[in-house]
């Protein structure tokens, strides 16, 4: 038996439009250094509409590929496709949009880790989920996403603020029908430039930093421990609560965190999360 039967390599991607800058290879490729497994995880750019998505979901599983990535503007439709042609998770379900695609009984199995990869990081830097009175800001996608992995932990009341707050709401009462662990927490909505007083975490789920724009905050608004879920944009937000004295964090760690979970769905290998995080912010230096 010759090594390459041994230890075959195993092909992923991430698809997505546009695609050049993710940083998933070299984030996987690390995963798949410390695990001893060889991979090949390259970038998949897609046009953007959802027949060419199929397509090349289809082409890639059917060419023996093991898992992958889907980030945007894909994650609705590969949600479709999953749940036509194969299966969801819970998370997946919840979270309307797909962000990792495997083979599960010989059909698509669609995920989604993002939620999950925020919460595990949150966890990781210790801070204290179980009971927090929590406010997310926003109302599409990315809150969408968080908030059953965040009740799942143990928080305690939470705010939905939003600029339109009737999103918010609907935001609520949709997640509430769709899953019962969400309608039995007690949510609340508002509408951003009314959050007020104090909170154990705020995190901002909004997509403000590619508009150029800052979120209006009241000045009395604080909390101890503040998220922004986007990495590598502008932090006004952040600010804000640095100023009044909170522990804060962007958005690097759960890009990390989702990854690790996609790799060990895919390879069952675990991921020695924190050791992964220093070496790639020590080569992001
Ligand atoms: P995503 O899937 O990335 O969450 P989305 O569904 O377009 O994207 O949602 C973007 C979120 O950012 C929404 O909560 C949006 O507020 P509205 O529902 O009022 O549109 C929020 N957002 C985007 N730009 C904003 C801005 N300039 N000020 C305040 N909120 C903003």
New binding site residues.
Partial sequence: MTQDTLNPTQHFIVIGNPIAHSKSPAIHQLFASQSGLTISYQRQYCPDDAQSFQAVVEAFFNGGGVGANVTVPFKQVAYAQCQAQGSLSEHAKVAGAVNTILIKDSALYGDNTDGQGLVNHMIRLGWPLTDARVAII??????RGVILPLIEAGIGALTLA???ES?AQDLASELSAASSVINNHKITSCE?SKLTGDFDLIIN????GL?G?T?PLCADLTSGYVYDMMYGRELPFLQHFVARGAQVSNGFGMLIGQAALSFERWTGHTVDVDGATTALQASAN
């Fill in positions: 926003g109302a599409g996608g990315a809150a939003n600029r339109t999103r951003t789920a909004t997509s403000i508009t724009d979120l």
